[in-house]
């Protein structure tokens, strides 16, 4: 159980063009999905955090019009890179967390990650 | 910010061996999780360790946790080429923001 998805897997885009990223809990209600940002031997960087029907919550530091999160329902949050450039290549994985209280309300559980290079 | 700081940063380790890596934290936290990462992979939860616990074990994993000192440590027993991974820790804040902040991670290499 609690298993979660990102699609793509991968993706190269052009310099200047929008990708969006896909998260999803398949087997659980995800109230509040993360998003991170980790480059290449370095440890995670938390982007955002994000509750079902409500607007992210960006750290200091992440342009919110740069990376468009949208919640929308209990299973699928959605990180989009808008005009993307070369700096914006890095691994991007997503992270869920159910509802508090019961166990997948205090762990939050990680997707495969996404690599993102933009040429 | 990365509040968590691990140590050492690369382990190299026999098959057999123990591995153990450490981890340290700034803030009061409701609980510190291990988590396992293979290259380029998604990280999968090892264990978590509540505020109010020492020790805790599963299968060959076991973590100690010291509020007063604000450390824990992982250790893998009997380690296996499989175990090859990057292992971070991260800390969940009492502050009530419920999130996660890792650690700078321990590289491990286990060989046969």
């Known amino acids: 159980g609690a298993v979660v998805s990102q699609h793509p897997s991968r993706v190269i885009c052009k310099s200047g063009t929008s990708v969006k990223i896909e998260c999803r809990s398949l087997?659980?209600?995800?109230?509040?999905m993360f998003w991170y940002r980790q480059f290449p031997k370095k440890s995670l960087m938390l982007m955002a955090t994000?509750?079902?029907?409500?607007?992210?919550?960006?750290e200091q530091g992440v342009e919110k019009d740069k990376f468009l999160i949208n919640h929308a329902s209990l299973t699928l949050s959605t990180l989009t890179v808008t005009s993307a450039h070369p700096e914006d290549s890095s691994f991007y994985i997503c992270?869920?967390?159910?509802?508090?209280?019961?166990?997948?309300?205090?762990?939050?559980?990680f997707g495969p990650g996404t690599r993102l290079l933009v040429l | 910010s990365q509040q968590g700081e691990e140590d050492p940063q690369a382990l190299s380790i026999q098959e057999g061996e123990n591995a153990t890596m450490n981890c340290s934290y700034k803030?009061?936290?409701?609980?510190l999780q291990w988590y396992r990462q293979n290259s380029g992979r998604g990280l999968v939860h090892l264990i978590l360790?509540?505020?109010?616990?020492r020790e805790k074990h599963s299968g060959r994993l076991r973590v100690t946790l010291d509020t007063s000192k604000k450390s824990s440590s992982l250790l893998i027993t009997a380690s296996r080429a499989a175990d090859t991974a990057s292992y971070f820790c991260?800390?969940?804040?009492?502050?009530?923001?419920?999130?996660?902040?890792f650690g700078t991670g321990t590289q491990l290499k286990v060989e046969l």
């Open positions: 992270s869920a967390r159910g509802l508090a209280g019961v166990q997948t309300g205090e762990t939050q559980y």
């Open positions: 087997d659980f209600q995800a109230t509040t």
């Open positions: 994000s509750n079902e029907g409500s607007k992210a919550t960006y």
């Open positions: 803030t009061s936290i409701n609980n």
């Open positions: 360790i509540r505020s109010n616990e």
């Open positions: 991260a800390t969940d804040g009492a502050g009530g923001e419920n999130k996660l902040t």
